[in-house]
């Protein structure tokens, strides 16, 4: 669980006798970033935490491995936020998609904790991605499947990822076409026209199978 980084922080200053004010104070950070480093709300950067270890008379080695999963956490869940606005996406709508609980996805949208790898990669599947690329460091997942072929997901549910956002789309036009007029309609009909005469507009793409 990622959020442990913020556990050690205050169970370590509770050790200590401070308040979450004295310890503000003695590492020249505010009460508030305290607060929200304690409950994972945010996360220190490293110098933050070094004063924050100062402070409390700790090694920062006692908290580099929980901020090192919490910040891997972070990476891979602002790209499942990120991926998720982009198609429109509600958490909801994410999580019965993945076949999952919508508060997965709100932990792994936040960085809150180490999402079960299978459970993660289903996630991407869905959203038209793969693991591949998405992981920048694998040591919080230790028991990964040796074969590099695990990763990439089924071509087939890639493909059926990509053929829903495509469509999505397609409804986002067609919605946006209706919104015209006669005279508007016309000229999108000309310039959409003019778009397929334009190589870099119709080549395919390889954004969802990546």
């Known amino acids: 669980m990622a ?8 169970y370590y200053r509770k050790q200590k006798g401070y308040t979450q004010d004295m310890l503000a104070e003695k590492t020249e950070l505010s009460k508030m970033s305290i ?3 304690e409950t994972g709300e945010r996360q220190p950067r490293v110098e933050q935490l070094e004063k924050i270890a100062d402070a409390l008379e700790v090694s920062i080695s006692e908290f580099m491995e929980d901020y090192e999963t919490q910040r891997i956490c972070k990476q891979i869940g602002k790209k499942v936020q990120n991926l998720r606005q982009s198609q429109g996406l509600t958490q909801n709508e994410l999580a019965k998609l ?3 609980d919508v508060t997965i996805i ?13 459970i993660l990669k289903r996630i991407f599947i869905v959203l038209g991605s793969s693991l591949v690329g998405k992981v920048e460091d694998w040591s919080i997942y230790p028991n990964r499947p040796a074969d590099p072929r695990w990763y990439a997901g089924d071509y087939s549910e890639l493909i ?37 005469e334009i190589k870099k507009y119709t080549e395919i793409e390889d954004e969802y199978y990546e």
């Not at 709100?106 to 299978?118: M, T």
């Not at 005279?183 to 026209?193: D, F, L, S, T």
């Open 3 to 10: 959020g442990a980084l913020g556990s050690k922080i205050k």
């Open 160 to 196: 059926k990822a990509g053929e829903r956002i495509q469509k999505k789309e397609e409804n986002i036009l067609l919605n946006d076409y209706r919104k015209l007029n006669e005279k508007g309609q016309r000229e999108a009909r000309k310039r959409v026209n003019e778009l397929t």
């Open 35 to 37: 607060r929200r480093y």
């Open 106 to 118: 709100q932990c792994c949208e936040n960085g809150s904790n180490v999402i079960e790898l299978e």
């Open 98 to 100: 993945a076949d999952t």
